[in-house]
């Protein structure tokens, strides 16, 4: 399985729930809470329900398809904002 894709932060660390909007993982504050809720991230390969969780550069964002909803296989990997994003500008 190849490395997600990686989505550089200003700071140090970043929750959890911003960093699901900032990835475009998910479209909404509000969906970040449910899917969050309802067990369907993953950190580092663990369910983490708590939206205020810190991540740092390394981690690992995984959406599960547990509920059907069409979300698994999104992931993305918190990245060091001086880390080049692939992008032409």
Known sequence: MSE????????????????LKLANL?????????????????????????????LRVGDVVRLDDALGEGLGGLSARVADESEPDGLPW
């Open 4 to 19: 997600p894709p990686g989505v550089p932060i200003r700071d140090e660390s970043i929750r959890l729930g911003q960093f």
């Open 26 to 54: 998910i479209e909404s504050g509000s969906m970040a809470k449910e899917v969050i809720a309802a067990g369907q991230v993953l950190v580092n390969d663990e369910v983490d329900t708590r939206r205020g969780r810190q």
